[in-house]
């Protein structure tokens, strides 16, 4: 089996010793053997346990896998959306997740008229066998704006009241009702940066 950076691989937990930190891990349909740190899981695993996992990194001869990442987000939304990807009803667009956050946002386009978060719910039940980490389907739109206001999810977009964009500092302001600014900017800021990095834009929250 050839590995590459970024490729999603089924793998079974073969040693998950209390003492150390990182699980040893057999790819499937090989004889290589990877490390899954424990820092980098998605959730605690036992000896036996079956998941899937993101290359990501080469040490040595050693393959370092990874569970925490924005490339693992969206290679798992790849993998339980193939029923819709190969029926041409979405494409996966984006990924972005901030270590430690908990959760991550992965943005989808819906074609032929297919809605896209409606469609995915179903299938994005499974993401709880492979992470305990929330996983966001945002509606991806070819409208900075429109997307931008689909990337702040949970906060509600009906409580944004505009979003206005600085050239000169090549920045968005999104103003929202003045009682539900926390819930934009999320714990710690979380929300925002997170849909920051997944638009690709620089955001900044105002109440009115």
Known sequence: MYLKIGHL?????I???????SYLMAI???????????ENAGKTMQVGDCT???VHAFKGERVLLTQQTAVFYRRLVEMLLS???MEGKVKVCHAAAIR????AKVSIEGLNGCNPIQESMVYIHDAKEYTSST????AYSHDKIEYIKNSLIPASRDHIQKVIYDKDAEEYTVYVSSLQKGVFL?????NVATAAKLTGAKLNILPV
Request: net charge neutral; glycine share 10%; proline share 7%.
């Open 186 to 190: 999320g714990r710690q800021g979380m």
């Open 52 to 54: 899937a996992a993101v």
């Open 28 to 38: 499937a349909n090989s004889e290589i053997m990877a490390l899954l740190a424990k």
């Open 9 to 13: 691989v089924p793998a079974t937990v």
């Open 83 to 85: 029923p819709l990807l």
């Open 100 to 103: 430690g956050a908990g959760f």
């Open 135 to 138: 996983i966001t389907m945002v």
């Open 15 to 21: 040693k998950a010793m209390p003492d150390h930190d």
